[in-house]
């Protein structure tokens, strides 16, 4: 046993010894995750995250219902469906979505989900990693406009650490960029049902 124990003992100075140059020759300051690697963690990010839930439009309809079109992959509500007014919120129902799950109406009005794809005129093309960044920490647009409606969870999502926004923001980046204005939000027509009402 105790030849067993000198054997390994040796065994293991000599991994050591023979690894002592690349330990004393390696960089010790971290680097950054190749590109791809990048946008790889943001697509997994965006994917569990459910972003394509709200911001790719569902319009494929199957026997179970509808799905998310991915040829139009996080590309908001779309431009050309023009929105019916909402109903009315009451108590059992305080806010509703569209069919495509791109529109929501509720007490703050009607938002839209945005455009996340690269087109500078129409998504997030013009957008810095910064401005991205804001955008999520302080729920506004553009990381200092108007305010981030429902149902969007910024407020969990502002949790998220600046890698995975990063990441989040690197695999947006990468999409093809799709032309798709989508509408301003609408303010609310009546007030929200009171407590009381509920």
């Given at each position: 046993m105790k030849t067993?124990?000198?054997?390994?003992a040796l065994m293991l100075g000599a991994a050591i010894a023979l690894d002592a140059p690349s330990a004393l020759?390696?960089?010790p300051r971290p680097t950054a995750a190749p590109a791809s690697d990048l946008v790889a963690r943001g697509k997994y990010l965006v994917t569990i995250m459910g972003c394509n839930d709200c911001h790719t439009p569902w319009t494929v309809m199957t026997p179970d219902g509808p799905e998310p079109?991915?040829?139009r992959t996080l590309s908001g509500h779309p431009e050309a469906l023009q929105m019916p007014p909402a109903?009315?919120?009451?108590?059992?129902?305080?806010?509703?979505?569209a069919a495509t799950n791109t529109a929501f109406a509720g007490p703050w009005g009607v938002s839209f989900a945005a455009n996340l794809t690269p087109d500078r005129e129409t998504g997030l093309g013009d957008w810095t990693e910064k401005m991205f960044v804001d955008t999520i920490r302080n729920g506004r647009h553009h990381g200092r406009g108007r305010p981030i409606l429902p149902p969007m969870p910024w407020k969990m999502y502002r949790n998220a650490s600046d890698a995975d926004l990063?990441?989040?923001?690197?695999?947006?980046?990468?999409?093809?960029?799709?032309?798709?204005?989508v509408p301003q939000p609408l303010e609310p027509t009546s007030p929200p049902p009171t407590p009381a009402q509920r």
């Amino acid at each position: 046993m105790k030849t067993l124990l000198t054997a390994a003992a040796l065994m293991l100075g000599a991994a050591i010894a023979l690894d002592a140059p690349s330990a004393l020759t390696a960089d010790p300051r971290p680097t950054a995750a190749p590109a791809s690697d990048l946008v790889a963690r943001g697509k997994y990010l965006v994917t569990i995250m459910g972003c394509n839930d709200c911001h790719t439009p569902w319009t494929v309809m199957t026997p179970d219902g509808p799905e998310p079109d991915y040829t139009r992959t996080l590309s908001g509500h779309p431009e050309a469906l023009q929105m019916p007014p909402a109903p009315a919120p009451n108590p059992s129902w305080v806010w509703s979505g569209a069919a495509t799950n791109t529109a929501f109406a509720g007490p703050w009005g009607v938002s839209f989900a945005a455009n996340l794809t690269p087109d500078r005129e129409t998504g997030l093309g013009d957008w810095t990693e910064k401005m991205f960044v804001d955008t999520i920490r302080n729920g506004r647009h553009h990381g200092r406009g108007r305010p981030i409606l429902p149902p969007m969870p910024w407020k969990m999502y502002r949790n998220a650490s600046d890698a995975d926004l990063g990441a989040i923001f690197a695999y947006l980046r990468s999409l093809p960029p799709i032309v798709n204005r989508v509408p301003q939000p609408l303010e609310p027509t009546s007030p929200p049902p009171t407590p009381a009402q509920r």
